[in-house]
């Protein structure tokens, strides 16, 4: 039998350079890592099933997107312990309403109304959208990546079209949000948190372009909350590793606009003009390494 301290189910090409970072970090303090991909999900899977492999640590980056990943997900949660992402907990997480529901009980979020699927209701009661203002964002519970969202809505005929879209999902209504300008930039942030550490950064809505918040400007302009809610966040949903949008609003209120995403996009921002700063990869592959080597126990071939 063959213990790897972390086993990462992966299948999105553009993550390969966030395993080269988390393989490298890994290295670094002596822990084994076991890559289960579509070329090998098959036979590792079978390898799992005869007892010739087993792992301390599971995090998958799979199974949304591939049911061939399924198996070993199942597998992880009846013999695996420790989790990046415990998968129960995010399925919660990939549900917009259920993350609306949980978050806006002590966060603030944007005025919302919640719409039951198509399937499920295909004729909707008269709804009142003046509450959200002249325009507002609808978007359907799963996703991400934009799909199925309007960003400014106008109308009614709009909502009903595009329940029609994704017709077995709830859909979210939301009133659209102004972010306030502080300087040069629009006050609207993405903000990835790993393990403990939080990493605010600038994001443009439109462009998608990160930027590093510096210690300068948290202080300047007096954006320390997003750590706390940042991590208020994080004590919610119970993540390890995902990212949220805070925008300020013209009256300095910060709103989280975006709840929870997971899996969150770690392409390096020198290979793809709209990833993530390489040192804040770098630093999660690293926190990473050192969460999975609290758990650690001697590999053994």
Not at 233 to 255: H, K, M, P, Q, Y
């Amino acid at each position: 039998m063959t213990n790897y301290d972390l086993c990462l189910t992966w299948n999105w090409e553009y993550d390969a350079d966030f395993v080269k970072l988390l393989n490298l970090a890994c290295q670094s303090h002596g822990l084994s890592f076991l890559q289960i991909t579509p070329k090998n999900v098959l036979d590792m899977m079978q390898s799992i099933t005869n007892e010739e492999i087993v792992f301390q640590v599971f995090f998958d980056r799979a199974s949304d997107t591939d049911a061939r990943f399924i198996p070993v997900v199942q597998w992880a949660c009846n013999h695996v312990v420790h989790h990046i992402n415990f998968h129960k907990l995010a399925c919660r997480a990939w549900d917009k309403v259920a993350m609306h529901q949980l978050i806006s009980a002590s966060l603030n979020t944007p005025l919302t109304l919640t719409l039951p699927s198509y399937d499920e209701q295909p004729l909707l009661p008269e709804i009142d959208l003046s509450s959200l203002g002249e325009r507002f964002t609808t978007k359907p519970a799963y996703g991400g990546g934009g799909d199925g969202v309007i960003n400014e809505a106008t109308t009614l005929s709009q909502v009903l079209i595009a329940r029609q879209e994704f017709p077995n999902q709830r859909y979210l209504l939301q009133g659209y949000i102004m972010p306030a300008r502080l300087g040069s930039r629009i006050a609207w942030f993405r903000v990835i948190y790993c393990a403990g550490k939080v990493y605010p950064c600038w994001w443009d809505n439109h462009t998608h372009i990160y930027t590093h918040v510096t210690s300068n400007e948290e202080t300047c302009y007096h954006l320390g909350s997003l750590r706390s809610i940042t991590s208020s966040v994080a004590n919610l949903c119970g993540l390890t590793l995902f990212s949220t949008e805070i925008t300020i609003t013209s009256d300095g209120r910060f709103v989280i606009v975006d709840y929870v995403n997971d899996p969150i996009d770690l392409r390096l921002q020198s290979k793809a003009f709209d990833g993530v700063p390489d040192d804040i990869v770098e630093d999660i592959t690293e926190r990473l390494a050192e969460l999975i080597l609290i758990h650690h126990a001697p590999s053994r071939g």
